[in-house]
């Protein structure tokens, strides 16, 4: 999953801190500790300067809040939607979580999940592949598209709840291991 996109993703929300949206995107597609928040800082300045991402203020203590622009709402928007989708199965889990979180995202989730099961579709049907690895990716990809199908029906249901930012803030510094 890119951390560009996410990030921008869950500024769809609103301005947000950067170790906000570092929060944020690690709970939202259950990847608590595998994003270093360097990355998100980094990333943020590369967003800004792409003119996707502007300062937004900054928050009671001091902190400086980012929004999107224009064209960083475009490419959030495309991302959400599916336009560029590839099966590799921790991005889709990540970027399928992510976007069922977000608030207005679950109705255009039919359309990342359509992307995400034509992928899978292709891969799973074997190619030149030595009959071991067909069979690997067969069964990853039937597995890809039961996954999609439940999250789809969870998501009908109300059991994956879309929300906006979490109301907790995010502690500073270093993580008790």
Same mark, same amino acid.
């Given at each position: 999953m890119s951390l560009r996109s996410s990030t921008l993703a869950v500024l769809t929300l609103g301005p947000a801190y950067g170790l906000q949206l570092h929060h944020e995107i690690e709970a939202r597609t259950s990847r608590v500790g595998c994003i270093n928040v360097g990355q998100t800082y980094s990333t943020l300045s590369r967003l800004t300067i792409a003119g996707c991402?502007?300062? +937004? @203020?900054? !928050?009671?203590? =001091?902190?400086?809040?980012?929004?999107?622009?224009?064209?960083?709402?475009?490419?959030?928007?495309?991302?959400? +939607? @599916?336009? !560029?989708?590839? =099966?590799?199965?921790s991005a889709m889990v990540a970027h399928v979580l992510l976007a069922a979180s977000l608030p207005g995202v679950p109705d255009g989730l039919r359309e990342l999940i359509r992307a995400y099961r034509a992928a899978w579709t292709s891969l799973g049907q074997g190619g030149a592949l030595a009959p071991s690895a067909a069979y690997a990716n067969d069964l990853l990809a039937s597995a890809a598209r039961r996954w999609l199908d439940d999250v789809e029906a969870r998501c009908a249901t109300g059991e994956l709840v879309a929300r906006g930012y979490d109301d907790n803030r995010p502690r500073r510094g270093r993580r008790p291991r």
């Open positions: 991402v502007a300062p +937004a @203020g900054v !928050t009671d203590d =001091a902190l400086p809040l980012y929004r999107l622009t224009d064209a960083g709402r475009a490419e959030a928007e495309a991302w959400l +939607a @599916g336009h !560029t989708v590839e =099966a590799e199965w």
